[in-house]
């Protein structure tokens, strides 16, 4: 398994939660090795969300996840474009992929 | 694989409305998205040529988005209209602050003149001020409260014929289940109104009634509009909150339920019997109140007398609150003399006065007589239209403390009821239902339009 590098950006107040840090590259793990307990090598969103939980969400998780999904009202956009359009959870991470999370939930 | 836009454009899909579910590319969105806000606009006939328009800024995506929309169907459809933007710095440092930043941006590019009032030029407090004297708990309703006279006052200084602000339909639908959930028919039947105001007020008009919050974060996003977004440093708002974490998960399983729940509130109608508090002017400050003295100046009063919880606790509080105050004041034999008399009144017959005996003691304050007046126009009320829960509200604030602790009393000491004032047995069952719903209103009672919350409020019975 190659490497998998992917970009993740914040906004909309996503980034509060994540350091103010609105923009990241990170390599993510082998997968086997990360969650061996689940059997699978391709990345989906829904392992993503579970390394970021893990790696960079440091407090109040439940301000961004519910479930094993992200809190409705968090729209993830994968290459700029609605995962509502990709799969969701299921959508493949690609080496490359941008991911990013924007927040509605804050102040209007 | 990449989805295609539904219109047959031959363009890459972005997003999936969730309105209709329709997969469209970024220009057949904005397409979209632009004209059903026309259609929203011309439909509810918000505007006429050549007026003058506040569009109510924040800084935040909805006030953002609405100004770049306005701006550009005013140029696409003629609509003729002289757009301008009108802030409120409520004088939230580390907030606000900030957010009238990316106002003076919004005034740069879109070219429109910018009028901000501050709270300390027009009541002489900021937030943080207010916060240090009120603390966390209740500033909600001071800064709605303010917010909402503070929007008025700046649009009558601009000389516009209406203010256009920011509600999205997420934001009209959780107002809808919040008045729900609170009971609070008035405000259930005004909240889905497009265009709302009363004779001699200038009336607020929400463009954004229909679209999606979803859908104002994308255009946002893809247009790339600047926009602040950080949540008020001081109120997360708890009721409020779970009721958009409701609707959120709902949206999440059927998109279409907000739509859904704002065609219930539009549609729902009020028995004829109900009563509602019926708009008028503050004697005080001239503006839009339900009471003879607004929200506003009750409020504004605590803070200057020192008595910031005044207007926001129950009303049995505040009068007690009052009383406290004016007996630090004075303390003549005469006025004892009068109270006396008062009381002696109250015991004899009109049961819901009691207060209004005691905080008036003499009439010569003039202050005061303001609250005689407030507790004559609810007695009034009280006595004369109202049917159903307003009857003992009013009544029953006084009481229900008394009664917890005669109850306690009586529990302990089996001591007999009747000892208890005769007007009380009849509001009894009503005494727990009401104090509930005292308590969420007060408690979380969520004017604030910027940011926490969106409906502004001047109807909480004083």
């Given at each position: 398994m190659s490497q998998l590098k992917v970009i993740l950006q914040f906004s909309g107040g996503a980034e509060l939660l994540f350091d103010k840090i609105k923009k990241r590259e990170v390599e993510l793990p082998v997968l086997e090795k990360y969650l061996?307990?689940?059997?699978?090598s391709e990345w989906s969103i829904r392992e993503l969300l579970v390394w970021m939980k893990d790696?960079?969400?440091?407090?109040?998780p439940e301000l961004f996840l519910q479930g094993d999904s992200v809190r409705p009202g968090i729209l993830v956009l994968i290459n700029d474009s609605d995962w509502e359009l990709y799969g969701e959870l299921d959508y493949k991470i690609q080496n490359g992929d941008a991911i990013m999370f924007i927040s509605t939930l804050h102040g209007g | 694989m990449p989805v295609l836009c539904r219109t047959g454009c031959g363009e890459k899909a972005v997003l999936k409305r969730p309105k209709t579910g329709d997969a469209l590319c970024k220009n057949c969105f904005y397409h979209a998205f632009e004209t059903e806000i026309h259609y929203t606009i011309t439909k509810g006939e918000l505007f006429n040529k050549g007026e003058s328009v506040a569009i109510a800024a924040s800084g935040g995506k909805d006030s953002t988005v609405l100004a770049h929309v306005m701006k550009t169907l005013n140029k696409r459809y003629e609509y003729g209209l002289n757009l301008m933007l009108l802030s409120i710095d409520?004088?939230?440092?580390?907030y606000r602050d900030d957010s009238l930043e990316t106002v003076k941006q919004n005034r740069d590019d879109y070219e429109m003149p910018l009028k901000i009032l501050s709270y300390k030029d027009?009541?002489?407090?900021t937030m943080d001020e207010i916060v240090a004297q009120?603390?966390?708990?209740?500033?909600c309703t001071f800064c709605g409260v303010f917010r909402r006279q503070a929007l008025d006052r700046g649009a009558a200084m601009l000389n516009v014929k209406c203010i256009a602000t920011g509600h999205n339909a997420d934001d009209i639908a959780e107002t809808v289940l919040m008045n729900v959930l609170r009971g609070d028919i008035a405000r259930l039947k005004r909240c889905t109104s497009i265009s709302t105001g009363s004779e001699g007020t200038i009336p607020r008009v929400k463009p954004?009634?229909?679209?999606?919050e979803k859908e104002i974060v994308m255009y946002a996003h893809y247009k790339k509009l600047v926009y602040f977004s950080t949540e008020c440093v001081f109120a997360p708002n708890a009721y409020r909150g779970h009721a958009r974490a409701l609707l959120k998960d709902m949206e999440k399983i059927r998109p279409s339920c907000i739509m859904d729940i704002i065609y219930s509130g539009e549609t729902m109608a009020v028995k004829e019997d109900v009563s509602l508090p019926t708009q008028r002017l503050c004697?005080?400050?001239?503006?839009?109140?339900?009471?003879?003295?607004c929200k506003a100046c009750v409020l504004l009063e605590g803070l200057n007398k020192g008595l910031p919880r005044l207007g926001i606790g129950k009303s049995s509080k505040a009068k007690k609150m009052l009383e406290e105050y004016n007996s630090k004041l004075e303390h003549s034999a005469k006025e004892r003399a009068i109270q006396d008399l008062n009381d002696h009144k109250v015991i004899n017959?009109?049961?819901?006065c009691s207060s209004k005996g005691k905080s008036c003691k003499?009439?010569?304050c003039k202050s005061k007589k303001k609250y005689t007046e407030i507790d004559n126009h609810v007695n009034k009320c009280c006595n004369s239209d109202?049917?159903?829960?307003c009857k003992c509200n009013q009544s029953n604030d006084k009481e229900n403390e008394g009664n917890t602790k005669i109850n306690t009393l009586l529990e302990q000491y089996?001591?007999?009821?009747?000892?208890?004032?005769?007007?009380?047995d009849q509001n009894k069952l009503d005494v727990p239902n009401n104090d509930i719903v005292e308590d969420l209103l007060n408690q979380e009672e969520d004017p604030c339009?910027?940011?926490?919350?969106k409906m502004g409020s001047l109807q909480i019975g004083f």
């Open positions: 061996p307990q689940i059997n699978k790696n960079l969400l440091k407090e109040r | 409520e004088g939230i440092t580390g027009l009541y002489g407090w009120i603390g966390r708990k209740n500033n954004l009634k229909y679209t999606y004697v005080r400050c001239k503006f839009v109140s339900s009471q003879e003295v017959g009109s049961d819901k003499s009439g010569l109202c049917s159903g829960r089996g001591i007999n009821e009747s000892s208890n004032d005769s007007g009380i339009s910027g940011s926490c919350g």
